[in-house]
Every structure is written in C-alpha cells, then in structure tokens.
C-alpha cells in the first residue's frame, strides 16, 4: 500500500479527521531509491519500501564516514565565523555612525547657540507648559494676531509626550504636535541678510 493511502487511513481515524500538515506534503519530498536509480516521491513509496529504506538509512548512519561528515561540519563552522566577523564589522559600522550623529547633532547644538542672543540665559522658547487645548489655541493664536511680523517670527512646537508614546521613539527630536500633551512657543528675532 502507498504512503499516501496509509496517511489518509489513518487521518480517518483520528478524532479531527486529518494527521499533522507535514504528512500531506511527503508528495514534496523525495528519496533516493538506488533500485531504480532516481528520486522517488515519498507518498508513492510502497509501506514496505518505506520501512526497508528507513532500516537501511540508520545502519548506514553506523557507517557514516566520520571524516567527510567533519568536513561539513568544518565548513558550517567556517561560514558561521565568517558571518559572526561580518556582523562584528556591521556593528563595528554602526557605531561609527552613531558616533559620528553624535557629533552632528552637538555641532548642530554650538550653531544653534550661536544664532540666539548669547546674553540669553534658560532656554529658548518664549513660553513653556502651553495647553493642547481650546485655551492653548487661542492663546498661540492671539500670539500670531498681534505679532510684529517686521521683527519676529513665530514658531510652535510640541512638548510633552503622550503617556501611551513613551518608549516608542516618537519623540528622538522632540515631540510632535500630534503626539504632545502641551505647546512651546518660539519667538525669534528676524535677521537682516
């Protein structure tokens, strides 16, 4: 009887009806049968022919040639050395880059001191702590209303992650305004050219 007859008998007789995916797919997979000198599917193998080649596979494991098996073995061991250096390359890689931004952004950091007034002393930003709500936005609104816009622009930006974002790295930059729970606002000095 086929191997795949016998697996259909006895996916009948289990209480779902069907055995495990992989016993359907033996179709897919071959063995070497040296009888007929080629791949044989394993769902079209005889029971019988099933069993005979599975009793001849383990004495042939007893036989193995210990030297040829070490032989792949070396050279996973190789490709698995090789990987571990390219990953330490990559990492090595990364860092550098991570420094490098690091760099950038205190470059960024001097330069931006040195656009703003020196004899500034705290932060930046003209008002802190602004609500994200209806009287936040009328208050940035008033703001932009009566601004000199000859003199000043005006900028808002987002303060305070939400709760839920924490860990998330939605604020690496500062907060989003979608993402925040308040407003800074910004009020800078135009510059002539």
Known sequence: ???????????????????????Y???HKDYYSEAQGTYVPISHMDFQHMVRAFVKLTEQEEVLDRSKHM???????????????KILELTTQVENLQERC???????ESLRDKLYDSSLQGYYYTFTEVPKNEEGREFIKNC?????????????????LKKELYG??????????????????????????
Do not use: C, F, P, W
């Open 1 to 23: 009887m086929k191997i795949h007859r016998v697996v259909q008998m006895l996916g009948a007789t289990t209480s779902t009806g069907k055995l495990a995916d992989d016993m």
């Open 71 to 85: 032989g792949r073995t070396k050279d996973l061991v190789k490709t698995i050395e090789d990987q571990e250096n």
């Open 25 to 27: 797919d033996l179709g």
């Open 144 to 160: 932009k209303k009566y601004l000199n816009k000859e003199s000043y622009n005006i900028r808002v930006r987002g303060q305070h």
């Open 102 to 108: 690091n760099t950038k952004d205190n470059i960024m």
């Open 168 to 193: 998330k790295g939605r604020a690496y930059h500062g907060a989003n305004m979608e993402d925040s729970t308040h407003m800074r606002v910004y009020i800078d000095t135009k510059r002539g050219d």
